[in-house]
């Protein structure tokens, strides 16, 4: 993963000096995740079904543990109808995003197939990790980003937490405890790292995308108003904390220099509704949503069920993708086994 990666592992506590189980947490997207190995690998069993998403998650799975040596791990998927809170504020939100679209025509002969593929492939995942020294998390009507986002506000002050995600939404949450890290890119995002990418903190970031927008999830940002564009028109993100409050303030004084500061009084509320879409430090979960996840967080972890794996394993063929089966459970879950509530 390069010099950013072994500078990164320099600093990195050893987890068998740590002192409790929460010391340094893996919150991973899991459909995120899934989807990236179910799109980049052709893996099929002898049986002739295609097992990429499968696989390949398991796989990705021990790599990020083992690079980051957590003691306590959080795999988190969208729940079912996860999309409808944000779709109550703004009805376009993530419309259409890849319908009527195969990702692997030469295996799949209908969008059909290729959904029942990714269905089935799911729900196996979640019972190989429901074997693995690893907490499952799905909530109906909630986003895996909103879950991930609450929890990890959670843990203790001395935690050090690491999201995983390609979705940028997460880097507002970026801070001194919190590092997001990209598995395409690769990279950890710190407050340092952060900074040199956009040139502004973290906590200005909400506001960044606001402006912009997001078209991956259809939501509009401020016309003929880019990233580069965005720090000259308002180049306080660069030095202060921003509230969209002082975005109309500063176009209100502004007004008259560029027709983008009169867009965006007149996209007041657009702005506004933007900013709660993507608000990820206020997370769109009920009361009780938020009392089941501080129980999740408190209850001991499952322990490692070797032969429940082995099981699951046999049968779905996993041998060309898993190939050492016992290096893999030992060596990669020792240190999170040894959190469970079984010792």
Known sequence: MGSKFAKLLDDIEDT???SHKDSRVLLIDGMN???????ALNLINSDGVHIGGLGGTLVSLRTLINAMNPTSVY???????STSNRRNLFADYKKDRNINRITKSHLFETVGDEFDSKADQISRLIH???CLPVKVISMDGAEADDVIAYMSSKFE???KIFIVSMDGDFLQLVNERITVYNPIKKDFITPKEF?????????????YKSLIGDNSDKIKGITDVGPKSLLSYFPEIKTQKLELEDIFRLSEERYKKSKIYTRVLTDQRLLETNYKLMDLKNPLLGDEDKIVLDEIISEPTNPLNILGFNTLYNQDGLVNVIRNKEMYLHDTFRVLNSFTSAI
């Open 16 to 18: 068998s000096k740590t």
């Open 33 to 39: 995740l899934f989807l990236r190995n179910f799109a």
């Open 75 to 81: 795999v988190i998927f969208d729940g079912v109808g």
């Open 128 to 130: 190989y990790l429901k």
């Open 157 to 159: 002050e001395d935690s």
């Open 195 to 207: 900074n040199t990418k956009f040139g502004f903190d973290p906590e200005n970031f909400i506001i």
